[in-house]
């Protein structure tokens, strides 16, 4: 740093070892091919040396070591360790009727001659009532995972633990997070001292917390991957008592989704060509102050990829009942004798997560709710290239017919009931209309809200995280196709949101989701009716609609309210552990 009146100060070139620091090592100088490392996991341009020779070291995250052994850990937790005890854990409950009875260790107290490489683990066991420490032989044929499970336990780590938890103690710790926002800290300096009240005592600083985090947050994993395994072989179990023609739903391109079924197919079924339908150069010629970007020529070349899949897909046999996703979503709705359904989104953004929390590594729950990221950046590029790019501008201004040109400009679009200066004055009047609009920031948040499809129950359906600064309708679009994707054609859909005239007219205008239309009608959600423009009112409110019942539309409010306890405590958890939790509520 130099100052104006001559004086520099340089950066020592040993720098003090931090305690508890996990990087680059106080007792030596910091070299440059450690900061070519680091810099190549962030793609951080390498700061410049100052005259003395070394270099200014800038803010860097976790070094390559510990993210290695994290993504190693999970690894083996995912691919060898988890399958392997499901069996043992399936047992285990039969043993122990659900866990209410108490089971013996059935533990290896000697080697094993037949595995060449076998090794002794002292192990600290953690109860409800006190602390033990047993020994075990681990091999080849005779993991310490297994041995563990069989016994009642949980290991900390899939090959050599040091510590185990009682299963009954992880499944009401698993239990009360489901009701509060999980905090390890407290639960863990709790456990410490109530058993150190009762002359039980556990070695080293903070003994329990981070070992018992993991085996936490995987004994949930195994919980719902046993959880699935049982409803797959219910399912199998009832698919040969009714048998039904097609569960499996199918999984279509934006494209396909958004074209109508009567161009996209022959009379012998026969699935069309890429140069039947409209290509992004007939789009162009018809915008024509649209250009062609680079990702529009990457949507086309991964649309030409997925032709043959989406074939494939209209080829199978078409669903005659809603899948067993949504019927065991909400089996009011989707169960029995299904003709029609309502549906309302929204989106919340508190619900977000910071930008400097790192990604952890993938960890999906087996039952999801969240569409998968690649899909919904695949319905933003198809909207960006349909759809011409809206300047950075302020909504329109609500229009006045003052001339015989401007009554002649003021019209109803084709499969419209409202005329366009209503529209352009309930656009004007909603921020949720407005995708320009800055709501959550992006420089500080990588998830800024959180939008999710619901029936008219209140129970969730699907959602997706929002990654922009404003609320975009390609959201809403995927959405709907997955729900459509889960649902036989004969079903109708009736959809309420905030701004419902306005992907009402988007639809229209622009074509997407037409094969839908003729079974899919608009609502606005019933408190944000009266904000509209009256003869908007008087088409699209709730209450004036056929088939709409009581729904008011506004579950989603009473859904954000119910996950309002998760806002903090998902900004700063890992990425795919916010989302992992979402899904558990």
Not at 206 to 219: I, S
Not at 311 to 340: H, V
Not at 349 to 367: E, G, V
Not at 506 to 534: D, M, N
Request: charged residues 25%; contains cysteine.
């Amino acid at each position: 740093i130099i100052f104006p009146n001559g004086v520099t100060l340089r950066q020592k070139n040993t720098l003090p070892r931090l305690p508890g620091q996990v990087g680059f090592r106080g007792d030596r100088p910091v070299k440059p091919e450690d900061l070519n490392r680091a810099a190549e996991e962030i793609c951080l341009p390498l700061p410049p040396l100052v005259e003395s020779g070394f270099i200014d070291t800038p803010d860097l995250p976790s070094p390559s070591k510990h993210r290695n052994k994290r993504l190693k850990q999970w690894e083996r937790w995912t691919f060898e360790t988890l399958p392997l005890i499901i069996t043992h854990y399936l047992d285990l409950l039969r043993r122990t009727h659900s866990l209410r009875d108490e089971t013996d260790l059935h533990v290896k107290p000697a080697s094993c001659e037949c595995c060449q490489t076998s090794r002794k683990l002292k192990i600290w066991i953690i109860r409800f009532s006190k602390i033990e420490q047993i020994e075990l032989w681990a091999s080849d044929c005779s993991k310490a995972a297994v041995q563990l499970i069989r016994s009642g336990l949980f290991p900390c780590s899939p090959v050599f633990p040091t510590l185990a938890v009682d299963i009954r103690v992880l499944d009401f710790v698993r239990r009360l997070f489901l009701r509060i926002a999980p905090n390890y800290t407290a639960w863990c300096s709790t456990m410490m001292d109530f058993l150190a009240a009762q002359g039980y005592y556990l070695p080293g600083d903070d003994p329990l917390r981070r070992r018992f985090a993991n085996a936490l947050q995987w004994f949930m994993s195994l919980h719902d991957k046993v959880t699935t395994q049982i409803d797959a072989i219910l399912q199998h179990v009832r698919q040969e008592i009714v048998p039904v023609s097609s569960t499996t739903p199918s999984r279509l391109s934006p494209r396909s989704h958004c074209t109508d079924s009567t161009s996209t197919s022959s009379n012998d079924g026969d699935f069309v060509s890429e140069h039947q339908i409209p290509c992004s150069e007939d789009i162009r010629e018809e915008g024509n102050s649209r250009k062609r970007s680079r990702e529009d020529d990457e949507w086309d070349l991964d649309s030409n990829q997925s032709e043959s899949k989406d074939a494939e897909d209209e080829l199978r046999s078409p669903l005659t009942r809603p899948t067993e996703c949504l019927r065991a979503r909400c089996a009011a709705c989707f169960g029995g004798d299904c003709k029609n359904v309502v549906v309302n989104v929204d989106a919340c953004y508190t619900q977000k997560h910071s930008s400097k929390s790192s990604r952890d590594p993938p960890r999906i729950h087996p039952r999801t709710f969240f569409i998968p990221e690649a899909e919904v950046k695949a319905w933003k590029q198809y909207v960006d290239l349909i759809r011409p790019s809206k300047k950075q501008a302020r909504p329109p201004k609500k229009r006045h017919r003052t001339d015989d040109d401007g009554q002649e400009q003021d019209h109803c679009e084709a499969g419209l009931r409202v005329p366009n200066s209503v529209l352009d004055g309930c656009l004007a009047s909603f921020t949720a209309a407005d995708e320009a609009r800055i709501k959550g920031s992006t420089r500080f948040f990588d998830v800024t809200a959180n939008m999710t499809l619901l029936c008219r129950h209140d129970r969730p359906l699907f959602s997706v995280n929002i990654d922009t600064a404003g609320e975009g309708q390609h959201l809403v679009f995927a959405l709907l196709s997955k729900l459509f994707e889960h649902l036989p054609s004969h079903v109708e859909v009736r959809f309420l949101y905030d701004i419902g005239c306005q992907l009402h007219r988007s639809c229209e205008k622009w074509g997407f989701l037409k094969p839908y239309l003729t079974r899919l009608t608009f609502a606005v959600s019933i408190f944000h009716a009266f904000g509209h423009q009256w003869p908007c009112q008087l088409i699209y409110h709730p209450r004036k609609c056929v088939g709409y019942g009581l729904s008011d539309g506004e579950g989603a409010e009473r859904l954000w309210h119910s996950l309002s306890h998760l806002i903090a405590y998902g900004r700063v958890a890992g990425y795919h552990v916010r989302m992992y939790n979402l899904d558990s509520q």
